[in-house]
């Protein structure tokens, strides 16, 4: 399995991003998928869950209301929206598959995301 995310970038506070990642070698409707992010100085966390359908889906609480993740499987490719940013949201943002407890198999490569106030 391969990921390929991009669409990070700089945006002040409110504003809004769209992150893209494109899945490849393997069947992509067979895996669930997630985005986490890593601050600096801190730990990964996990971000956001969708299953193999895009029928279920779940958020960490700081970014519930706020962030949408979503797929498309013809494209292989899933999608974080993510609208009403604030500077705490700045960290790389990573998609990931082959999830198990709280980590994965998989990643991308990670994208910038840079909120300033």
């Known amino acids: 399995v391969q990921l390929q995310a991009c669409g990070g970038g700089s945006v002040q506070a409110g504003g809004s991003l769209r992150l893209s990642c494109k899945f490849s070698g393997r069947t992509f409707s067979n895996y669930a998928m997630a985005w986490f992010r890593q601050a600096l100085g801190k730990e990964r966390e996990f971000v956001a869950y969708i299953n193999w359908s895009g029928e279920s889906t779940n958020y960490a609480d700081s970014v519930k209301g706020r962030f949408t993740i979503s797929r498309d499987n013809p494209k292989n490719m899933v999608y974080l929206q993510m609208n009403s940013l604030k500077p705490e949201d700045t960290a790389v943002y990573y998609c990931?598959?082959?999830?198990?407890?709280?980590?994965?198999?998989?990643w991308g490569q990670g994208t910038q995301v840079t909120v300033s106030s």
């Open positions: 990931a598959t082959g999830l198990s407890g709280n980590g994965a198999t998989y």
